[in-house]
């Protein structure tokens, strides 16, 4: 129990395109979605904080109108890289929690590589 | 502010027994994770406390210590699948809300 899946796995992208990544929860509902950042040997940020059914999160210097944050559902959330740079290549992962230890579960992440 | 430290690498051979600590300075405390993390995937759940004392799970361990902000995890018969980032994150709010994270232990098994 408790998968998270994470869709595409991997994307390379043109400057100035925009990416939509989705995080699924498989087998649980989650209301809460986080997602997170990583830079090469560096640890997670959180960029924000997903609630279905209303509006994202953001934790400071993230900017809200370049990753969108849509969670319409209680096993969907999806970002969006807007407009993205050679700077937004990343490793994206998304996690969301369950109920009991409220424990967070994570998708197996997303590369992303602007040109 | 919000601090976790953990050692940058250890180094260990298979079949010892290696303890990876963690201390923590945050503005609150509500639950301690451990995830294992290998190269370019996403971590995996380990282990949870919550409360002071030792939990055992197989071949990992993790012990938390409220009062001094410590954590540590440990790892029997190391194998050399263990060979990992290891990543201490700490709930600071409510349930429901986000960790923080640690940046990571990265452990090398040798033979």
């Known amino acids: 129990g408790a998968v998270v899946s994470q869709h595409p796995s991997r994307v390379i992208c043109k400057s100035g395109t925009s990416v939509k990544i989705e995080c699924r929860s498989l087998?649980?509902?989650?209301?809460?979605m986080f997602w997170y950042r990583q830079f090469p040997k560096q640890s997670l940020m959180l960029m924000a904080t997903?609630?279905?059914?209303?509006?994202?999160?953001?934790e400071q210097g993230v900017e809200k109108d370049k990753f969108l944050i849509n969670h319409a559902s209680l096993t969907l959330s999806t970002l969006t890289v807007t407009s993205a740079h050679p700077e937004d290549s990343s490793f994206y992962i998304c996690?969301?929690?369950?109920?009991?230890?409220?424990?967070?579960?994570f998708g197996p992440g997303t590369r992303l590589t602007v040109l | 502010g919000q601090n976790i430290d953990q050692p940058t690498e250890m180094t260990a051979t298979e079949g010892a027994i290696v303890q990876i600590n963690c201390t923590y300075q945050?503005?609150?405390?509500?639950?301690l994770f451990w995830y294992q993390q290998h190269a370019g995937e996403a971590p995996t759940f380990l282990s949870y406390?919550?409360?002071?004392g030792l939990e055992e799970k197989g071949r990992f361990s993790s012990f938390l210590s409220r009062s001094k902000g410590y954590s540590y995890l440990l790892l029997k018969e190391l194998q050399m699948k263990d060979s990992a980032s290891y990543l201490c994150?700490?709930?600071?709010?409510?349930?429901?809300?986000?960790?923080?994270f640690g940046k990571g232990t990265t452990l090398s098994v040798s033979s």
């Open positions: 996690s969301a929690r369950t109920g009991g230890t409220d424990t967070q579960y």
């Open positions: 997903s609630n279905e059914g209303s509006k994202a999160t953001y």
């Open positions: 945050t503005s609150g405390f509500n639950g």
């Open positions: 994150a700490v709930r600071p709010n409510q349930a429901g809300t986000a960790l923080i």
């Open positions: 087998d649980f509902q989650a209301t809460t």
């Open positions: 406390n919550v409360l002071d």
